[in-house]
């Protein structure tokens, strides 16, 4: 009965949202969507408010692009429409708490501290980011299902019309509710970590035993309830020597499955997780082109303090003394932290560095090997 109630009282069939100084239509589940002119996102907030029927090339659109039949169906209870906002956030992330019930390695978190803000602010937090005009909505931590307010911290997100990224190691997915709350409030993606293909491997990194038969239960339950999931293969000492089999494992069981081997410092520069690295697996292929972080995204950690991202901490912004008039000052902050300091000052070679400024700058307080996350090595000044 619980489930069905979900689905009466908060699904909707699609989004309306401005995005920037574009209007986009989206379907929480899908990854298809479609993008309109102002005077159609007009047309369709009026008939929605009205309670009219769904305007015909809407009707067409949603048919084509994700074989949905929405004749005969009210527009207001199809269609959610998000207002204009005076920001310019369209994406966010939210350590909804840094606690997880795995201890890995080779994790950029300094601290894995269980605490945050009580229920209440939670409450108030995503309301602020639903007013701030953020759509995609990326909820992390830690373990983001651990947390004991992670459910109904999904639901509101998903009724105010967010379309949610969970990542997590998979450990819970197993549990019914967790089933169920994925399968009647359908996630934008569910992202899951891979640290290897065997028990060995997989606990060894997550310094927790057991911890591989958890990430199958809970792949064998979204495999049989049909929910889609990514993957991310994360390559380290512990596990390079199985690649093949978890590339298998990912082809088995995600729709989509990335591959990241390059291990960072922690955020506040500690070295530890650097020693996870595994050899011959450093990627040197993307060249850092630029980042909207702090313009169009922002970071929220546990207490509520937004961040240019998850990296770039300094000068955090309080949400819940401040109110959404903080983010105001957050470009500048940014933009402060995307200048080029220490040994990266004057480089000749900047223009292929393939790595962002606030993350070499945990490289360089971590005393890093230049080969570790320098790609010209001992040619950098």
């Known amino acids: 009965m619980l489930a069905i109630e979900r689905r009466r ?4 069939e699609m989004i309306a949202s401005p995005q920037s100084d574009k209007f986009v239509i989206v379907r929480p589940g899908e990854k298809a969507g479609m993008q309109i002119p102002r ?17 015909n090339w809407l009707l067409e659109a949603a048919r084509r692009a994700w074989s949905l039949e929405l004749g005969g169906r009210s527009s207001r209870e199809s269609v959610l429409i998000r207002p204009e906002t005076a920001f310019n ?23 894995r501290k269980f605490e945050g803000l009580p229920w209440k602010e939670k409450q108030e937090l995503i309301s602020m980011l639903r007013d701030a005009g953020v759509l ?27 379309m949610i990224e969970i990542l997590t190691n998979g450990s819970r997915l197993h549990r019914p509710e967790m089933i169920e709350l994925f399968k ?34 809970g792949l064998s339950a979204a495999k049989a309830a049909e929910l889609s999931l990514s993957m991310s293969l994360i390559i ?17 069981y995600a729709t989509a499955v990335d591959e990241f081997s390059n291990i960072s410092p922690t955020y506040d520069g500690s070295p530890e997780p650097l020693g996870t690295q595994a050899p011959g697996f450093l990627d040197k292929s993307a ?30 912004i309080s949400l819940m003394d401040e109110g959404l008039e903080g983010l105001w000052r957050l470009p500048a902050i940014a933009d402060a932290q995307m200048l080029r300091t220490g040994g990266c000052s004057g480089c000749q070679l900047s223009g292929s560095c393939r790595v962002c400024r606030p993350l070499a700058k945990a490289y360089q307080q971590a005393k890093a090997p230049l080969e570790s996350y320098c790609q010209h090595e001992g040619d950098a000044p």
């Open 9 to 12: 009282i908060f699904m909707h």
């Open 39 to 55: 005077a159609m996102f007009q047309e369709l907030s009026s008939a929605v408010e009205a309670d009219r029927d769904i305007p």
């Open 89 to 111: 956030y369209g994406r966010a992330s939210w350590e909804i708490n840094k606690g997880c019930n795995f201890n890995c390695e080779h994790c950029y978190l300094a601290e």
């Open 136 to 162: 995609w909505l990326q909820i992390t931590g830690g373990e983001p299902t651990i947390d004991k307010d992670f459910m109904g911290a999904y639901e509101q997100a998903y009724r105010s019309g967010m």
């Open 184 to 217: 009647s409030m359908p996630p934008h993606r569910v992202k899951v970590s891979l640290y290897g293909a065997t028990p060995d491997s997989f606990d060894s990194l997550t310094r927790k035993r057991g911890a591989f038969n958890l990430l199958m239960k």
């Open 236 to 252: 380290t000492k512990h596990n390079a020597h199985e690649i093949d089999a978890m590339r298998a494992l990912g082809r088995e």
């Open 287 to 316: 060249v850092f082109s630029g980042c909207p972080a702090g313009h169009t995204f922002f970071h929220v950690d546990p207490h509520g303090f937004v961040t240019m991202c998850k990296i770039g901490r300094e000068n955090p």
